[in-house]
């Protein structure tokens, strides 16, 4: 295992520290590393997310004036504590209580909960969404069961608006369950990742094959398929987003497509290309299409998927979003 | 090799492809498909780059209002031919001249000379900067003979800026020549990239060992080093820089950290928490640092490390480069 680390017990320590040294709005709770904030939250609804490290540039570069002002940090791949979840909503929640948006996963679920009663002891009105988008982790028929991968970006971009706007927690909640109900993903995997204190990946992609339905955490898939062109694997991925989806002609969509770590970008936009067409070829045209490394699985050469139908409010929510400009990293 | 592609020989014209798609103010010359220009170039200096594909986001993901306005593009890590920089100086040119930016690679200099000429006998003024950025292509004394690598888009910044205000060729070109005599470059490699067209690498990085000097088109470095923490690699490559630029206490820099195709975010975030400790220790204080996938090699998996050496001049081009946000790909 070669890797750009020191200790990999210190990894999401000395990410946080660098993502700090690098935006000067940002900052880390006084008394507690694992939670990041806004210098400069507006007079609004807290927007909060959280979850487990190992996305990168999620969550930390989705710290914006119109998307998250607060994020709990978890070590890799685990969820943030109670009391992350609680000072992230201290910090986000300037009196007008505050959204929680983040990932169906048991123990996000269970922590961010155990925070939210604590901060409703001090009187902090903190009401949540998850976004369930991963298609391959549970059927169409046991959606709630499903997790929230890349789709989480489309809650915080719809709920950010609102809150921007001065919609209050109900108002942003429902923006982002709106964004969540018309959202879905998928990834697949040419290569396995590994977490570096672990040292050997949980799964092994077989050589000439590719892993269909992987999960952002080194899940394995549902599926095994024989190696293919770029066209052949980005059609499977978007026939069953459309499927899931009942996309149909006259559609208008919001697309991300994330690499998942080790990724080349060219390879990136090859895929695009092809969702892009395929799309087209259906009558369904994308609006907003976004390509990078946008939610990530530490090394995992994969891509995540996204596709967002656009009801006439996430139509006018998205295009605000993009007009103002947007940026995750970079230059 | 499992990578997201086509027919290999169809990937430059497929990652165009998608980046026209995504990227609606950009477009092809209508008789040159390695040709792609801006609609929009202002009344101004018209600033080309060009150079080999595989370092995707550049160059296309630097054809913006303050930077390029039309790009050369060769085939994977090949120059763009006489023709192509011709028809690139051609939609660059709104009477003002052509600044022509690019790197130092014998086929690059060959063929944009060669497009130089013939642009002259249309009446197209060009002059050009190359450059040399990158201290491991040859020793200080040799310093010509450098190769230009991540540093091209220091001169885009300066360029840009100086040609955006008014300046004509002269003055665009001495911008870039400031930026490249005060900007260096180094990269390390961890595992080495395959060319798709190839089929396998041209050398070979052993395990538990590091390569530092590696080029950009998959060319070995100057010597191997037994794998290290990222500190001790990150502070290889500060030190390197610090002393070819002879930097000293009270400077200050510009530094881009930039993966090479298969690097996690987070990881070449701990790299650069690693590169601001050593500069800081030294007196040496970042004032813009840059941290993702800025100028690649395909699928390496390594780091490009950039600092330039802020002018009175250059810190103030930058600066206004910075103000007006940036953005490279992504949401």
């Known amino acids: 295992m070669q890797r750009f680390l020191n200790d990999p017990n210190d990894m ?9 040294m690098t935006h000067p709005l940002l900052a880390r709770a006084e008394d507690n590393p694992r939670v990041v904030y ?3 939250i507006a007079d609004k609804v807290g927007i909060v997310s959280g979850g487990g490290s190992g996305h990168e540039p999620s969550f930390l570069g989705y710290l914006r004036p119109n998307m998250l002002d607060a994020a709990a940090v978890g070590e890799i791949f685990a969820s943030p504590t109670p009391l992350s979840f609680l000072d992230a909503f201290r910090k986000a929640d300037h ?6 948006l983040f990932g169906n ?19 902090i009105d903190v009401k949540y969404v998850v976004s369930k988008d991963d298609i391959a982790s549970a059927p169409a028929d046991m959606k709630d069961k499903r997790h929230g991968i890349a789709g989480l970006i489309t809650m915080w971009i719809a709920g950010g608006q609102v809150a921007i706007h001065g919609g209050d927690v109900d108002a942003v909640c429902q923006a982002a369950t709106e964004a969540r109900d018309n959202t879905r993903s998928v ?10 204190a672990v040292g050997h990946p949980n799964f092994h992609i077989p050589d000439g094959e590719y892993e269909f339905g992987i999960g952002h955490h080194g899940e394995s898939g549902i599926r095994n398929y024989k190696m293919q062109p770029a066209d052949g694997i980005a059609k499977r991925m978007t026939d069953a987003l459309v499927e899931d989806l ?15 770590g080790a990724t080349p970008l060219a390879e990136q936009y090859i895929m695009y290309r092809a969702v892009h067409k395929i799309l087209a070829d259906q009558g369904i045209k ?7 490394n946008l939610a990530t699985s530490l090394n995992m050469n994969g891509i995540a998927l996204t596709i967002e139908k656009l009801t006439p409010n996430l139509k006018k929510w998205t295009a605000a979003f993009e007009a103002k400009g ?3 990293d970079g230059l």
């Open 12 to 20: 999401v320590d000395e990410y946080v520290d660098a993502y700090l």
């Open 38 to 40: 806004r210098k400069d």
């Open 95 to 100: 009196g007008h209580g505050v959204a929680c």
């Open 105 to 123: 996963y048991s123990g996000d679920m269970m922590n961010a909960k155990a925070g939210m009663l604590m901060a409703k002891d001090e009187g």
């Open 187 to 196: 990834c697949v995997g040419l290569h396995e990742l590994t977490i570096p």
């Open 246 to 260: 009942g996309l149909k002609s006259g559609d208008e969509v919001f697309v991300m497509l994330s690499g998942l």
């Open 286 to 292: 994308v609006l907003f299409p976004h390509i990078g």
């Open 326 to 328: 947007t940026q995750v």
